[in-house]
């Protein structure tokens, strides 16, 4: 029995060892290598551009806007060029495409591919919410990442790279709100699907499901609006049956998970840059204090469990106001 039980220890211990062995391996050469961003306006895209930047890659970083993109070619003028780019815009990103081409040296490919561009979207009930508002955040959280990385593939099979797609772990426990939920399940679905399909290309996909941080995505003002319009646009019988209070509850549960959420984004950015440089990057990046000990752990639980520490969770945070 002991000698069993020394086995299985010993076993462990050695898997554990050899894992984190081989992902402190890296791939060198990062000056002959180039990695593709989107969403660097702000944020983790923002950051990323620069650590990669700054670690001597070649750096293509995708910003909506023309604001966006002079900022970082000013604060990186060697090795980063910076391009307008909407994901939820097809020809913008067939656009892109070719730009990357015309950027490459003759017969290079791409590196990694880092679909990092993302919306929180409206973050009302779902019965508040318009199918616009679903095909809003489904556009440009799932649509664009699949479109990104499949105009991309041919670039990465020449250097047998890799994709990395920023999801949440609401993809992994979808506690709300819908939209945004909706639309990162679907990309964990997306970037499982192609790992598998990938993996004899040489191409590698991981995903990192961040918790709460606070970015721009998260900015209370906008959030709160669009709780405000959706509610006054609701019918009488769903204001009745959310109640009055529905509004000042919203507000105050937004307010005290934006306290509680982490402003050390680099926690993101150190993911990232270990799925763009380790040899072996892991599949998933579980990134952020509530996503290790909060929701993986309620991921784990039977559903009526889970449901019942949500509830109570939500409950608690907005008496705590009252």
Same mark, same amino acid.
């Given at each position: 029995?002991?000698? /069993?039980?020394a086995?299985?220890?010993?076993?462990?211990?050695?898997?554990?060892?050899?894992?984190?062995?081989?992902?402190?391996?890296d791939?060198?050469d990062?000056?002959?290598?180039?990695?593709?961003i989107t969403?660097?306006? $702000? %944020?983790?895209?923002?950051?990323?551009? =620069?650590r990669?930047n700054?670690?001597?890659?070649?750096?293509?970083s995708?910003?909506?806007?023309?604001?966006g993109?002079?900022?970082l070619?000013q604060?990186?003028p060697?090795?980063?060029?910076?391009?307008?780019?909407?994901v939820?815009?097809?020809?913008?990103?067939?656009?892109?495409?070719?730009?990357?081409q015309?950027?490459?040296?003759?017969?290079?490919?791409?590196?990694?591919?880092?679909?990092?561009?993302? =919306?929180?979207?409206?973050? &009302?009930?779902i019965? /508040?919410?318009?199918?616009?508002?679903?095909?809003?955040?489904i556009?440009?959280?799932l649509?664009g990442?699949i479109e990104v990385?499949?105009?991309?593939?041919?670039?990465?099979?020449?250097?047998?790279g890799?994709?990395?797609?920023?999801?949440?772990?609401?993809?992994? #426990?979808? &506690?709300?709100?819908?939209? #945004?939920?909706?639309?990162?399940?679907?990309?964990?679905?997306?970037?499982?699907?192609?790992?598998?399909?990938?993996?004899?290309q040489?191409i590698?996909?991981?995903i990192?499901?961040p %918790?709460?941080?606070?970015?721009?995505?998260?900015?209370?003002?906008?959030?709160? &609006?669009?709780?405000e319009s &959706?509610?006054?646009q609701?019918s009488d019988?769903?204001?009745?049956? #959310?109640?009055?209070?529905?509004?000042?509850?919203y507000?105050?549960?937004?307010?005290e998970?934006?306290?509680?959420?982490? $402003?050390?984004?680099?926690?993101v950015?150190?993911? #990232?840059v270990?799925?763009?440089?380790?040899?072996?990057?892991?599949?998933?990046?579980?990134v %952020?204090?509530?996503?290790?000990?909060?929701?993986?752990?309620?991921s784990?639980?039977?559903?009526?469990?889970?449901d019942w =520490?949500?509830?109570?969770?939500?409950?608690? $945070?907005?008496?705590?106001?009252?």
């Amino acid at each position: 029995m002991w000698l /069993m039980i020394a086995a299985i220890v010993t076993g462990i211990v050695g898997y554990l060892f050899i894992n984190r062995f081989l992902r402190s391996l890296d791939v060198g050469d990062y000056g002959n290598k180039y990695v593709f961003i989107t969403g660097c306006d $702000t %944020g983790f895209g923002h950051r990323l551009s =620069i650590r990669l930047n700054k670690m001597g890659f070649h750096v293509i970083s995708g910003c909506l806007t023309q604001k966006g993109a002079d900022t970082l070619t000013q604060l990186c003028p060697d090795r980063l060029s910076a391009l307008l780019l909407n994901v939820a815009d097809s020809d913008s990103i067939q656009k892109a495409y070719k730009h990357v081409q015309d950027l490459l040296p003759a017969g290079k490919g791409l590196w990694a591919v880092v679909n990092n561009a993302g =919306i929180s979207g409206n973050t &009302s009930r779902i019965e /508040m919410c318009t199918k616009q508002d679903f095909v809003d955040a489904i556009d440009i959280n799932l649509f664009g990442p699949i479109e990104v990385s499949r105009t991309f593939l041919p670039l990465l099979r020449q250097t047998r790279g890799r994709v990395v797609c920023i999801t949440s772990i609401l993809g992994r #426990y979808p &506690s709300g709100p819908a939209p #945004y939920c909706t639309s990162k399940c679907g990309l964990e679905a997306f970037c499982d699907v192609l790992r598998r399909e990938v993996y004899l290309q040489g191409i590698k996909v991981s995903i990192l499901e961040p %918790g709460v941080f606070r970015t721009n995505i998260m900015d209370f003002e906008s959030l709160k &609006s669009k709780c405000e319009s &959706s509610f006054d646009q609701a019918s009488d019988e769903v204001k009745t049956a #959310y109640g009055p209070d529905y509004v000042k509850n919203y507000v105050t549960l937004v307010s005290e998970t934006m306290k509680g959420a982490s $402003t050390d984004i680099d926690q993101v950015v150190d993911a #990232y840059v270990h799925a763009i440089t380790s040899k072996f990057p892991r599949t998933r990046y579980v990134v %952020g204090n509530d996503a290790k000990f909060i929701y993986i752990p309620l991921s784990l639980v039977p559903d009526w469990c889970g449901d019942w =520490i949500v509830r109570s969770l939500i409950n608690y $945070t907005i008496s705590k106001k009252r």
